[in-house]
């Protein structure tokens, strides 16, 4: 009788074991094919289906007024614009637009350019106690501005070098160089000792002092 017991629950097991693997299986091909044959239906596929209908007709009695335009767009004849056009509403108003004017070029190129005069000179002393004498304008007017200045104000110059734009001055028996540099639409002068150096704060003052007191514009 125990034998039997056993080999019964045994049976009993094994086919509780087939039925849980049936349903198993039986629920992994639902999921597999639920999203076609067993999914939901919400209708976002429904404008497959849908059919063209006629357009709405509007009984006779039911007519809508014509839509017109709020303003009239005035119409503007075809003519040159070197002319003068004339504009005429519905009223008879008539609205006359000047032709034009012809641009000024050389007023435009001196507003864009400037003329090129130079500017009074300006003597400044830079973050060194150096100083620097600053002219705007066209650089080759200054040029011939400093070389009269020069003359002017009785200042020795040895040489001039207008490619270098150099003045090799004479102070005290001892040869410097007026230097001019340029810096945008500065031109900036400078006195140098014959290697390149500064030259002494005061002798370089005292000859910018000279050149700004005797500018000969």
Do not use: H
Not at 22 to 42: E, K
Not at 144 to 166: E, M, P, W, Y
């Amino acid at each position: 009788m125990l034998q039997r017991g056993l080999r019964f629950s045994d049976v009993l097991n094994n086919t509780s074991k087939r039925v849980v693997t049936t349903l198993s299986m039986t629920a992994l091909s639902v999921a597999v094919t639920g999203c076609s044959s067993w999914g939901i239906n919400n209708g976002s596929m429904d404008y497959k289906n849908a059919q063209s209908i006629a357009p709405v007709q509007v009984p006779e009695e039911f007519k809508t007024r014509q839509i017109a335009p709020l303003y009239p767009v005035p119409v503007v004849p075809s003519n040159s614009a070197s002319e003068a056009l004339v504009i005429s509403n519905s009223k008879g108003n008539v609205f006359v637009v000047p032709k034009p004017k012809p641009l000024d070029e050389a007023k435009i190129s001196i507003a864009q350019v400037g003329d090129g005069t130079p500017s009074a000179p300006q003597l400044v002393i830079d973050g060194n106690g150096y100083p620097i004498l600053k002219v705007s304008g066209d650089s080759s007017k200054i040029w011939d501005i400093i070389n009269r200045t020069l003359s002017v104000a009785n200042v020795d110059v040895k040489s001039r070098n207008a490619a270098a734009s150099r003045f090799d001055v004479v102070i005290d028996k001892t040869t410097y160089q007026l230097r001019l540099g340029r810096i945008g639409n500065v031109t900036t002068a400078t006195l140098q000792k014959a290697d390149d150096s500064l030259a002494d704060k005061t002798i370089a003052t005292e000859l910018l002092e000279r050149i700004t007191q005797n500018w000969s514009a």
